[in-house]
């Protein structure tokens, strides 16, 4: 009889629980980095994208551009910050 009382209360523990500890995504603003130096398309598309997924982020996008060695430091950097 015990278990059948208990049983509900852990089940619902476990569902919600989750949920209340669980941090909102993203916590602070995103950072972009764009391989590509200020002005040209690749920074131009990229800005307008994070303009576009501001607003559904609920958070700041911000546009790091990381020029040189063809695309190499940027991409360096980005996996560095993993």
Known sequence: MTMCRIAPAVVLALTLGGHVLAQSYPAKPVRAIIPAGTGTPTDIAGRAIGLAIAPHLGQQIIIDNRVGANGIIG??????DL
Not at 75 to 80: K, L, P, Q, R, V
């Open 75 to 80: 991409m360096a950097s980005g996996i560095h």
